[in-house]
């Protein structure tokens, strides 16, 4: 069973920059595909980043291009997602998500769906004030 476990929310001001770690845990972590999704008040689960096994592969949410930036560091089991240039709109509970395959055909994959996903955190609140 994968644990993850997410920090590095926080209040900011608009315009300031945060970054959010999720700590993997209960698996290899060379074999989990890793997604950040975030969630606001009454909302929907909005997809916001994903990062392939290898690291080699990104995708992010038109919202967020050219200002956060996914990474991983499969020797600390922890992918990142770092922040800049944030905006109210940004407010909301930040999830990190795991989902495991283990073939070698899937190693650059990234998934965008939160359905595609097996594994969850408990998320961390990003409050970003104008």
């Known amino acids: 069973q994968v644990q993850l476990v997410e920090s590095g929310g926080g209040l900011v001001q608009a315009g300031d920059s945060l970054r959010l770690s999720c700590a993997a845990s209960g698996g290899t972590f060379g074999f989990l595909h890793m997604g950040w999704f975030r969630q606001a008040p009454g909302k929907e689960r909005d997809f916001v980043a994903a990062?392939?096994?290898?690291?080699?592969?990104?995708e992010y949410a038109d919202s967020v291009k050219g200002r956060f930036t996914i990474s991983r560091d499969n020797a600390k089991n922890t992918v990142y997602l770092q922040m800049n240039s944030l905006k109210p709109e940004d407010t909301a509970v930040y999830h990190c998500?795991?989902?495991?395959?283990?073939?070698?055909?899937?190693?650059?994959?990234?998934?965008?769906?939160?359905?595609?996903?097996?594994?969850w955190g408990q998320g961390t609140q990003v409050t970003v004030s104008a």
């Open positions: 998500a795991a989902q495991v395959t283990l073939t070698a055909y899937t190693v650059g994959r990234y998934y965008t769906g939160p359905r595609e996903y097996r594994y």
């Open positions: 990062i392939s096994r290898n690291g080699a592969s990104t």
